[in-house]
C-alpha cells in the first residue's frame, strides 16, 4: 500500500520541515550572571550559539557595572574569562563599556567566536586586558 501526499499536504511537510531545519541551528543556550558582591547592582547574562562552522559564538552583555577605576583597587578594564573541560581557564576579551544617552548606567558587552565548547565564564577587574592569567578580583560569574 502506497500514501499519496496531496500537494497541499506536501506544501505543509514542507514548510513544517523547513521550520524545523531553520530552528535547529538556531538553538541557543544563555547563561546568568550571580549577583556580585564586588558590584551588586551589575546582572547579565552570556549567550552561546553554534555557527554554520560548529564553532561557539559567545555575546556577553553586562548592565549597572560599574567604571574599573572606581572599584577597590581600581583598575584599567573588565576582562571575561571563559572555562572550558578540555582547555582549562581562557582570556577571550575586554568588556567594550559605554553609558546610554538618556542613562549614566554603564553598559558592557563582547562578542567572540571560539572553537571551544564553554562551560561557565567570569569577568575580573584588571590593570591590562592581555593578561594570561585572572587576577583575584572576580566581578562576575555565571553558575556552575
Not at 541551528?25 to 562552522?53: E, M, Q, W, Y
Not at 567594550?96 to 544617552?101: D, Q
Request: contains cysteine; positive net charge; aromatic residues 10%.
Amino acid at each position: 500500500m502506497t500514501v499519496q501526499i496531496k500537494p497541499a499536504g506536501r506544501v505543509l511537510f514542507l514548510l513544517f520541515s523547513s521550520y524545523f531545519l531553520f530552528l535547529l541551528p538556531g538553538c541557543s543556550k544563555k547563561l546568568s550572571f550571580a549577583t556580585s558582591p564586588v558590584v551588586p547592582a551589575a546582572h547579565g547574562s552570556v549567550r552561546i550559539d553554534r555557527d554554520k562552522n560548529e564553532n561557539y559564538t559567545i555575546e556577553v552583555e553586562v548592565t549597572n557595572l560599574a567604571e574599573p577605576k572606581n572599584l577597590q583597587p581600581p583598575r584599567e578594564t573588565y576582562v571575561v574569562w571563559m572555562e572550558t573541560k578540555k582547555n582549562g581557564i581562557k582570556n577571550i576579551g575586554q568588556l567594550n563599556t559605554s553609558s546610554g544617552f538618556f542613562s549614566s548606567a554603564l553598559k558592557a558587552s563582547l562578542k567572540t567566536v571560539t572553537p571551544n565548547k564553554p562551560t561557565r565564564f567570569f569577568i575580573t577587574a584588571e590593570d591590562k586586558g592581555d593578561v594570561q592569567y585572572p587576577g583575584s578580583q572576580v566581578v562576575l560569574r555565571t553558575g556552575d
